[in-house]
């Protein structure tokens, strides 16, 4: 069912462009700097890669689609194992910009769904859970479509692997580099 719905929320958004007043795709990276402390202790932070595409709907209004891919390895806090661990998110929601021009502040706000893989030798976790991200960023026209961006991003998803809370989310800062048409 969810799949479902996900490919739904595709089509239409991929269908709105062809009403759109801007589609803007676009590459990143950025650094992730995990919520919880526990999560911190065992993986620390780590690079994020990913990509986004948004179509301008309505003065200023538009709908965001993207995703993202973080894996890192770490040691068990206890045994000093090895662990690795895999957090790509799915999301869209709406942006809100102000006027284009050479610089454009936006505010963004949506849901994902958070695909989460631990593997170590005291289990395997294989999961996916819904979960919430807001972006605060600059656009920055380059010149003709290409665009650099600058974003802060906050997510929230809270898992419960084998009984035990865990806060999959956290704060980012990040650059991208992306063409519009």
Request: glycine share 16%; with cysteine; proline share 4%.
């Amino acid at each position: 069912m969810k799949t479902k719905a996900i490919l739904a929320i595709l089509l239409l958004s991929l269908c709105g462009m062809a009403y759109a007043h801007t589609v803007k795709i676009m590459g990143k990276a950025s650094y992730f700097y995990p919520q919880e402390e526990a999560f911190r202790d065992i993986y620390e932070g780590g690079l994020r890669y990913g990509g986004e595409i948004e179509v301008a709907i309505w003065k200023g209004i538009g709908i965001w689609l993207g995703g993202d891919y973080f894996f890192k390895k770490g040691e068990l806090t206890f045994t000093k194992e090895k662990t690795s661990l895999w957090i790509i998110p799915a999301y869209f929601g709406l942006k809100f910009r102000l006027p284009e021009k050479s610089v454009s502040p936006y505010f963004g706000l949506g849901a994902g769904y958070f695909f989460f893989k631990e593997d170590n030798p005291i289990g395997k976790v294989d999961e996916g859970k819904i979960g919430g991200i807001a972006q605060l960023g600059f656009t920055f026209s380059v010149g003709g479509p290409i665009f650099f961006d600058l974003q802060f991003t906050y997510t929230y998803c809270e898992v419960k692997p084998s009984g035990v809370k865990a806060q999959l989310g956290g704060l980012q800062g990040g650059v991208g580099l992306g063409f519009q048409f």
